[in-house]
Nanobody
């Protein structure tokens, strides 16, 4: 299974970016997909996630600014980030959880850098 993110970059405070994540190679159902972020010296944290039932979950720090969406036909995940702040600067990782008969398997992308300048 391959997980590939794209769309990161440098943006000014108040700007917007859209991250994309393509998952390929899985023949098993993808249940949960999500975005996490990490800055040096800190733990990776959940930004937003969505289940196959379309329920969504957001970190308090991004509610009202970020929107997660998925395309189950193309196994693609998106994160629309608006009103970006310097504290949103991090490496953003895409996560996909695949269900096999006896357990779940977690897959991660390589990460994409988001830098918000003040």
């Amino acid at each position: 299974v391959q997980v590939v993110e794209s769309g990161g970059g440098l943006v000014q405070t108040g700007g917007s970016l859209r991250l994309s994540c393509a998952v390929s190679g899985s023949i098993a159902p993808i249940t949960v997909m999500g975005w996490y972020r990490q800055v040096p010296g800190k733990q990776r944290e959940l930004v937003a996630s969505t289940s196959s039932g379309e329920s969504t979950n957001y970190a308090d720090s991004v509610k009202g600014r970020f929107t997660i969406a998925r395309d189950d036909v193309k196994n693609t995940l998106f994160l629309q980030m608006n009103t970006l702040k310097p504290e949103d600067t991090a490496v953003y990782y895409c996560h996909a959880r695949v269900k096999i008969p006896t357990r779940y398997l977690d897959y991660w992308g390589q990460g994409t850098q988001v830098t918000v300048s003040s």
